[in-house]
Nanobody
Framework: QVQLVESGGGLVQAGGSLRLSCAAS????????MGWFRQAPGKAREFVAT???????DYADSVKGRFTISRDNVENTVYLQMSSLEPEDTAVYYC?????????????????WGQGTQVTVSS
């Protein structure tokens, strides 16, 4: 059974940084793309970043240049380094594991989801 457990969320001032982690278990981590999504109160879940098995990455325009996704196939963990945080980044952040090797911005292409971690950016 696949499990994804996020950590690293919290309260930070605007301009600050946080690093989110997502520890995966249950199947061979290196064979699947990983992604981060977020959902703010009253809004739909939106794509943040994705990384394929060969470490190709893609980002939402709103986070390009500020966020970096990476993966450690030994630790079975995907990370989201967030810098220059803005109040608009406040949301619950979810990691997800894809159905195959290719990264994607579409939620439908992800098979498993974590429970989420809250990120709050104060102005």
């Amino acid at each position: 059974q696949v499990q994804l457990v996020e950590s690293g969320g919290g309260l930070v001032q605007a301009g600050g940084s946080l690093r989110l982690s997502c520890a995966a278990s249950g199947r061979t981590f290196s064979r699947y793309a990983m992604g981060w999504f977020r959902q703010a109160p009253g809004k739909a879940r939106e794509f943040v970043a994705t990384i394929s098995t060969n470490r190709n990455t893609d980002y939402a325009d709103s986070v390009k240049g500020r966020f970096t996704i990476s993966r450690d196939n030994v630790e079975n963990t995907v990370y989201l380094q967030m810098s220059s945080l803005e109040p608009e980044d406040t949301a619950v952040y979810y990691c997800a594991q894809g159905r195959n090797r290719d990264g994607s911005s579409w939620p439908e292409t992800y098979e498993y989801w974590g429970q989420g971690t809250q990120v709050t950016v104060s102005s």
